[in-house]
């Protein structure tokens, strides 16, 4: 596992560029967070037996070809969560390496029933989450909201009473969203699940994870028929126009994470991604579940623009359109985008500057 790594062809001043650049995070999974080091400390902090028993042992596990072969390493570590203290210390950790990366807001997954299945109250979560969020505001300057994901291979109706169970906690919640193995799980199954949290206040997003079977019809559900907020990866959307001019006319943000795309795919996705940037896509890049695929927010704007050839300006577009496609309240929202104007004015890029479009036959 490899992190702070920049690409060898990116030119430094750029590198330099993206590392300084204010940035916003809409793709993270806070259990997708958990390094092998605090994997271990929580390991003997709560007499979790693990089998492996140094750092290197736990990242030698860290290796997939798949979106299966991911989940099936990802659930069983999440047993060394058991406190209050430890969903702390697994978010602060995080909140602290994002805001080094330039990252002033972040919109964070969490999956309670992966806990509450497995004994951890709904309420340990929650608090321990919270604590990091308000310590890192008051220490870090960061800010960060909290989306609950249901788990999509489970039962609707065990998502709805998750839901329910959420309500006590409404204010520390902004939204909800659907994530785990998309294989028979379409948004459709968990239409009332969502329709309910509309209706008490949530926003909502889903994952359209890339290249799975069904990939475009969950894409048009997730738009048409639950009427999302954003959208989770979904770069598969560029094979149907039709849907493309509908999420860039509504101004659907895309969650993009390229390291993780590489992970399951061996393809980052780069050309798809720049595709719908060019096309005024509203697309964003995040780092999905740092702690497994190598790299955190700002190695993924470095992979993607040595993989892509991409300029300075379109980094700066990248990030304004994270925090455009963000929850933010507007005032807050544009007191960050007047930031990165100042930013891209010290070194010197335009912020008029457009991207250049590509044709439609790049794949």
Known sequence: MTTDVIPADLAPDLAAFIAGLPKC???????????????????????????EKTVAEVEATYQFDSLTSFLAVYYPAMNVLVTVDDFRDLALAYLTKAASQGVRHVEMFFDPQAHTGRGVPFQTVIRGYRRAIVEAQAQLGISAELIMCFLRDLSAEFAMATLLESLQ??????????DSDERDNPPS???????????EGFLLTMHCDIDQVGSIENIRQAIEEIGVDRLDHGTNIVENPSLVEQVRKRGIGLTCCPFSNSFVTNDMKANEIVQLLRDGVKVTINSDDPAYFGGYVSENYSALAADAGLTAAEM???????FTASWLPAHVRDG???????????????TADRVNPIPRDVH
């Open 316 to 322: 700066l577009q990248l990030a304004r359109n994270s």
């Open 25 to 51: 995070e809409l793709h993270v999974h806070l259990e997708g967070t958990l390094s092998p080091s605090l994997k271990l400390a929580l390991a003997t902090r709560n007499n979790v037996e693990l089998a």
């Open 169 to 178: 906690y409404r204010d520390w919640i902004i939204g909800v969203g659907l």
């Open 189 to 199: 199954k968990f239409a009332t699940v969502f329709a309910r949290a509309r209706a």
């Open 336 to 350: 960050y985008l007047a930031e990165l104007d100042t930013y891209a004015a010290q070194h010197g890029v335009s």
